[in-house]
């Protein structure tokens, strides 16, 4: 009996096309609508990598599942990607609705997967952009510009609400001089509390604006640490009985166990309730604060209208779909595309991955709500490693290491960018030439393809190659001067890459899906990061500004 829901579920895999994203032409058929169980078509690929969390069959031609991400976690790309690769496999994807992405001019070019998963693993790409460039899978933009450009005000709720319930105690002090006095002195005390800190903890804070930081070891624990004791001493300027302590106590918890990302509509009811609250206090007193909560308001609004957007074009997209549409949104949006997929009576899942489950609001950064998101689909796409390559094709001289992780939602979409297809290039051409000299034994240099080792991003010299022998003679990489076509004023540059197999007691190959699995259990090994390159399924690899570089560090035999 124990194997009846999956032998169920596998069966309801008939119910849907197997792997084809769109017919296979203009006049073929869809499927007429029916009853789908999204959660059941989609559990027995889940074990490792996420679960359906909430589940809605229902009638239609195809089903839309729904991924909710902390969009700066390196492992939940990891987890979503190998969700994603399944997916594909076994039902197929129509298309990828994506929040942060406000208009897609082209799809992604189609490259080599190798060279897609070599820039996935190092951190370029996000997980929705490998299934593009990888498997072909059309991309969906989710948003609006005019609704993209609403910026969040610069503070913290939690703050504000303080501020005001400060000053409420403060005017209902009235003419107490005393009560006045004793109220202005304990605002300083706790002002200065606020300021010991950040003091003590400003390393920490710098440390959350650097990418990925949200995966470093501790930062989730000691970022709730940090997040109630700061709402504990903003608790201080907050009376029992003000009429703010309520929401206050509901939206900035100053004690551990709370576990939940904030829903955009539920904060928009809260500011709707604290801005009622607000008009009861004299003109004047609160300008400030009042002006924040209306911008924050704002911000709350265009994001729960991105939502809508993004639902009305995944529902949309199911009309004419012969494969399932995937949403990725902000952790965030989860209950309002919930409510409004529910609304339009199509069937859907939520497929939460194993970290966003575990993490609960532990992908907030500190003393923010909804920032997190912001600062994760606004900021700049830079390079993921310090490597040589990486430093020809970014022109730029130095490129800050991330701490722990290399992973950032970026707009515009990161494969679209000049540098992401000259990697693409680099990382195919590498890959072919270091594949070709370590299949051939190390005998000889392997002959060039025509048009030769080279295309319109780089060049390789097949008569550089130098291989590495182990001292039982067994072949254990080959090195090779590898020329880049920058996008700097210098317009080419050679480094020295080091390529050895990944799994240097076979020769096997390498299934994608396979090696996606080993990377999200290597991701849940905390603080640990590979310190390579990789270029491949079955490669990796190194690169060096110099052969003597290269030559120290990999310590080359003379062979």
């Known amino acids: 009996m124990k194997y009846l829901p999956r032998i169920l579920a596998l069966a309801a895999l008939t119910l849907l096309p197997s792997c084809h994203t769109e017919p296979a032409d203009g006049d073929t058929a869809l499927p007429e609508a029916r009853t789908i169980d999204a959660g059941a078509l989609a559990a027995p690929i889940l074990t490792d990598a996420g679960e359906v969390t909430t589940n809605e069959p229902g009638k239609g031609q195809v089903p839309i599942y729904v991924l909710p991400e ?11 990607a190998l969700i994603l690769v399944r997916l594909q496999r076994r039902l197929g994807i129509s298309t990828i609705v994506l929040e942060g992405a406000t208009e897609i001019e082209a799809q992604p070019k189609r490259m080599d997967v190798d060279a897609a998963y070599g820039m996935f693993t190092e951190g370029d790409i996000s997980s929705a952009e490998f299934l593009a460039a990888g498997f072909g899978v059309p991309l969906t933009a989710g948003e609006t510009k005019e609704g993209y450009t609403v910026n969040a005000p610069k503070g913290s709720l939690c703050d504000t609400v303080a501020q005001i319930a400060s000053l409420d105690a403060l005017l209902d002090a009235g003419e107490d001089v005393e009560k006045v006095k004793a109220l202005r002195t304990h605002r300083e005390n706790v002002r200065r509390k606020l300021d010991a800190l950040a003091t003590r903890n400003a390393g920490f804070l710098r440390g959350l ?10 930062v989730t624990d000691k970022g709730r640490v940090l997040t109630t004791a700061k709402n504990a001493i903003l ?23 709370r576990n939940g990302i904030p829903q955009i509509e539920g904060e928009l009811d809260d500011i709707g309730t604290l801005t009622s609250l607000t008009d009861e206090v004299p003109e004047g007193l609160i300008d400030p604060q009042k002006k924040y909560l209306e911008e924050y308001r704002a911000f709350l609004q265009s994001r729960a209208d991105a939502t809508r957007t993004m639902v009305e ?67 700049k796409a830079e390079p993921a490693r310090n490597s040589a390559v990486n430093r020809v094709l970014y022109a730029e001289g130095t490129i800050a290491k991330p701490i722990c992780s290399t992973r950032l939602k970026k707009p515009p979409l990161s494969i679209n960018q000049p540098w992401a297809r000259r990697k693409a290039d680099v990382y195919d051409l590498s890959r072919r030439f270091a594949d070709a000299a370590l299949s051939g034994g190390g005998s000889t240099p392997p002959p060039p393809p025509p048009p030769g080792w080279g295309n319109d991003s780089a060049s390789i010299d097949p008569s550089g190659a130098q291989f590495n022998r182990g001292a039982d003679g067994r072949l254990l990489g080959v090195a090779f001067p590898l020329t880049i076509m920058a996008a700097g004023a210098e317009p080419k540059k050679t480094v020295w890459m080091y390529v050895e197999k990944r799994d240097a007691s076979t020769d096997r190959d390498i299934d994608i899906e396979a090696r996606l699995k080993e990377d999200v259990m290597e991701g849940r090994k905390l603080g640990e990061q590979a310190k390579i390159a990789f270029l491949s399924r079955n490669l990796k690899a190194r690169t060096y500004e110099t052969y003597d570089e290269l030559e120290s560090m990999e310590k080359l035999s003379q062979q």
């Open 70 to 80: 902390g969009h700066n976690s390196l492992q939940q790309q990891r987890e979503q």
């Open 209 to 218: 604006d650097k990418p990925g930081a949200i995966d470093c070891p501790g």
């Open 235 to 257: 608790a201080e300027l907050v009376p029992p009985t003000s009429r703010f302590s309520p929401l206050f106590t509901r939206s900035c918890p100053a004690a551990q166990g």
């Open 313 to 379: 074009r995944a529902v949309t997209a199911t009309e004419n779909a012969s494969a399932p549409i995937v949403m990725i949104v902000g952790a965030a949006h989860e209950g309002g595309t919930v409510k409004a997929l529910r609304d339009a009576g199509v069937p859907f899942a939520v497929i939460t991955t194993m970290s966003l489950k575990a993490s609960g609001d532990g992908n907030l950064p500190i003393g923010e709500s909804l920032n997190p998101g912001e600062y994760g689909r606004k900021i």
